[in-house]
């Protein structure tokens, strides 16, 4: 988890950094919209690390729920 919110804090921090110097602001201003964007950034990439951690604990399951039903199909047909 430390992984994805330190990738997501970079990368907040950069785009946002990048955009508000592109938008003609201040060094001043671009540092502090940058450490806005860090935060909303690795609060964004957080939230993706749950949802795709549940997706594939889902697919496991579904995937183990699949092999049971084969394995009991299989045995019937013996």
């Given amino acids: 988890m430390k992984f994805f919110l ?3 804090g970079l990368c ?17 201003y671009a540092l502090r919209d940058a450490s806005i964007g ?4 690795a609060l964004i990439f957080r939230g993706l690390h749950f949802v795709v951690l549940g997706s594939i604990r889902d697919h496991v399951a579904l ?8 394995h009991e199909a299989q045995s019937k047909e013996n």
């Fill in 6 to 8: 330190l990738i997501g």
């Fill in 38 to 41: 860090c935060c909303v950034g």
């Fill in 63 to 70: 995937l183990a729920t699949r092999a049971k039903a084969q």
């Fill in 12 to 28: 907040g921090l950069v785009l946002t950094l990048v955009a508000s110097l592109h938008a003609g602001n201040a060094l001043s």
